[in-house]
């Protein structure tokens, strides 16, 4: 059988069979399926795009150890779209404690509703960042580069590897000078003293190739060292065969280290400079040793000096409450208002063993103040009253260890009461602030009581201060 196609209709096809020769009639196929539409078209969903980029703000002066520092963070987008679900962390090293964390926003963004450790913002918008200020202590142990780190997380960020940024510190030790005297030596009469910020007033002054340290606490020292003259700044290095400044040989160079009235006239040492680090030809930190013998005598006396300028702490102010057991007038019954009592024991050089009331109606008194120091007058006496330096105005609690104004330990603050034709040579003592009101900086009120002993004796001038101006 042969089969033929013949072309037909476009919407049909007929297949003919024919038969050799037989009677076979002809069968035609059904017509063929409609063809099938195409689908219609999905939009496009463009792809979202944002680049959460974090950056840092190293902290460019230093700070000693123990005090604070603020770190400056910024998480911006710099992508074409808006973030969402952006997670942020900010982490300190171990050497420091996280303290408070401020936010500022630009370009639309919002801060996160509650600002710490871990943080979540819902939408970051195109152009817009958040800037944290992340405030720290260090701790002891934190000396050398420590630092804040922020972080964050966004599922759809284009460039991960910008998404964490870290601000630094350098922690220096705080200032310290150290003197260990051998017995026999006549400067530091074979005692060991240590000096901070906390405890006394240190000045150090470089000019040049010289050195000069002054040491204002319980004790006063004054220092000069002179390198030698082929030297224009001072070097790390060791230097010997040192003499007495500003006796000296220029060539091999000068040393003197003297106070509390004693001092060498000859005197031979040496000075080991190990660090010194200048900023624009201005001494911003030393440390050296040094170790010098009065009189060609084999006792010395050695020290140690670490100084850095960024080392701006000073000492603890007045305790508040004051401790317990310190004198107060219960005994008496004292006026309301306006009065000064004094009280002495027998054998008080100041107040003669007498007892004293003065009243604004029996005695013509004057007290006035000058920042952090009082000052009273009445009847021929007079006294001093002053605050550590660390405070500007007066402050209620308990002033101790006192040593004699003006000649007094700044750090700790000072007191004196004389008079009458008598004081005291070396006194020590405290006072108490029970209360005091200011306006402004000008004193308003105060209520005072202390307690003072002349050239170290048990016998004690006391006495109360209550005055309104």
Same mark, same amino acid.
């Given at each position: 059988?042969? #089969?033929?196609?013949?072309?037909?209709?476009?919407?049909?096809?007929?297949?003919?069979?024919?038969?050799?020769?037989?009677?076979?009639?002809?069968?035609?196929?059904?017509?063929?399926?409609?063809?099938?539409?195409?689908?219609?078209?999905?939009?496009?969903?463009?792809?979202?795009?944002?680049?959460?980029?974090?950056?840092?703000?190293?902290?460019?002066?230093?700070?000693?150890?123990?005090?604070?520092?603020?770190?400056?963070?910024?998480?911006?987008?710099?992508?074409?779209?808006?973030?969402?679900?952006?997670?942020?962390?900010?982490?300190?090293?171990?050497?420091?404690?996280?303290?408070?964390?401020?936010?500022? =926003?630009?370009?639309?963004?919002?801060?996160?509703?509650?600002?710490? =450790?871990?943080?979540?913002?819902?939408?970051?918008?195109?152009?817009? +960042?958040?800037?944290?200020?992340?405030?720290?202590?260090?701790?002891?142990?934190?000396?050398?580069?420590?630092?804040?780190?922020?972080?964050? &997380?966004?599922?759809?960020?284009?460039?991960?590897?910008?998404?964490?940024?870290?601000?630094?510190?350098?922690?220096? =030790?705080?200032?310290? #000078?150290?003197?260990?005297?051998? *017995?026999?030596?006549?400067?530091?009469?074979?005692?060991?003293?240590?000096?901070?910020?906390?405890? *006394?007033?240190?000045?150090?002054?470089?000019?040049?190739?010289?050195?000069?340290?002054?040491?204002? @606490?319980?004790?006063?020292?004054?220092?000069?060292?002179?390198?030698?003259?082929?030297?224009?700044?001072?070097?790390?290095?060791?230097?010997?065969?040192?003499?007495?400044?500003?006796?000296?040989?220029?060539?091999?160079?000068?040393?003197?280290?003297?106070?509390?009235?004693?001092?060498?006239?000859?005197?031979?040492?040496?000075?080991?400079?190990?660090?010194?680090?200048?900023? =624009?030809?201005?001494?911003?930190?030393?440390?050296?040793?040094?170790?010098?013998?009065?009189?060609?005598?084999?006792?010395?006396?050695?020290?140690?000096?670490?100084?850095?300028?960024?080392?701006? &702490? &000073? @000492?603890?102010?007045?305790?508040?409450?004051?401790?317990?057991?310190? /004198?107060?007038?219960?005994?008496?019954?004292?006026? +309301?208002?306006?009065? #000064?009592?004094?009280?002495?024991? +027998?054998?008080?050089?100041?107040?003669?063993?007498?007892?004293?009331?003065?009243?604004?109606?029996?005695?013509?008194?004057?007290?006035?103040?000058?920042?952090?120091?009082?000052?009273?007058?009445?009847?021929?006496?007079?006294?001093?009253?002053?605050?550590?330096?660390?405070?500007?105005?007066?402050?209620?609690?308990?002033?101790?260890?006192?040593?004699?104004?003006?000649?007094?330990?700044?750090?700790?603050?000072?007191? +004196? /009461?004389?008079?009458?034709?008598?004081?005291?040579?070396?006194?020590?003592?405290?006072?108490?602030?029970?209360?005091?009101?200011?306006?402004?900086?000008?004193?308003?009120?105060?209520?005072?009581?202390?307690?003072?002993?002349?050239?170290?004796?048990?016998?004690?001038?006391?006495?109360?201060?209550? /005055?309104?101006?």
């Amino acid at each position: 059988m042969k #089969i033929r196609m013949l072309a037909a209709a476009a919407a049909s096809v007929v297949l003919v069979a024919c038969g050799g020769g037989g009677d076979g009639g002809a069968e035609t196929s059904s017509s063929a399926p409609p063809p099938v539409a195409p689908a219609p078209s999905q939009p496009t969903v463009p792809a979202v795009r944002y680049d959460i980029a974090v950056t840092a703000v190293d902290v460019t002066t230093p700070i000693v150890v123990g005090a604070a520092t603020a770190y400056v963070l910024t998480a911006a987008n710099t992508g074409p779209d808006a973030a969402t679900d952006v997670a942020l962390a900010v982490t300190a090293d171990a050497q420091q404690t996280l303290g408070q964390i401020r936010c500022s =926003a630009a370009g639309g963004a919002t801060c996160p509703a509650n600002l710490g =450790a871990s943080m979540s913002v819902p939408s970051l918008p195109s152009g817009g +960042s958040l800037t944290f200020t992340v405030s720290t202590t260090t701790t002891s142990a934190a000396l050398g580069t420590v630092g804040g780190t922020l972080t964050a &997380t966004a599922a759809k960020d284009t460039a991960a590897a910008n998404n964490s940024a870290r601000s630094t510190v350098q922690v220096v =030790a705080p200032n310290r #000078i150290t003197l260990t005297s051998d *017995a026999g030596d006549y400067i530091g009469q074979g005692r060991t003293y240590s000096y901070t910020n906390t405890n *006394a007033t240190m000045t150090l002054s470089a000019n040049g190739r010289r050195l000069g340290v002054n040491v204002a @606490g319980d004790q006063d020292w004054f220092a000069t060292f002179d390198l030698p003259s082929a030297l224009t700044r001072l070097e790390p290095g060791t230097y010997t065969n040192l003499t007495r400044w500003p006796f000296h040989v220029p060539a091999n160079g000068g040393l003197d280290w003297s106070g509390e009235g004693r001092g060498c006239n000859t005197q031979v040492g040496s000075v080991t400079i190990r660090s010194a680090t200048y900023a =624009a030809d201005v001494l911003q930190a030393i440390d050296l040793d040094f170790e010098q013998h009065c009189e060609g005598a084999v006792p010395a006396l050695r020290g140690q000096i670490h100084w850095t300028a960024y080392d701006s &702490t &000073t @000492g603890p102010g007045p305790v508040n409450p004051p401790p317990a057991g310190l /004198w107060s007038p219960t005994n008496i019954t004292l006026p +309301s208002g306006n009065h #000064i009592y004094l009280v002495s024991d +027998s054998g008080d050089y100041i107040g003669a063993g007498g007892t004293y009331l003065y009243e604004p109606g029996t005695a013509t008194a004057t007290v006035t103040s000058n920042g952090r120091q009082l000052r009273v007058s009445v009847d021929g006496w007079f006294a001093d009253f002053v605050g550590m330096n660390s405070v500007p105005l007066l402050q209620p609690g308990y002033y101790g260890n006192l040593q004699r104004y003006p000649f007094h330990n700044a750090s700790r603050g000072g007191l +004196s /009461w004389s008079g009458n034709g008598r004081g005291c040579n070396t006194l020590s003592g405290w006072f108490v602030v029970d209360e005091v009101t200011y306006v402004g900086t000008t004193l308003k009120s105060i209520d005072l009581r202390f307690e003072q002993h002349c050239e170290g004796f048990a016998a004690a001038l006391r006495g109360r201060v209550r /005055w309104a101006l």
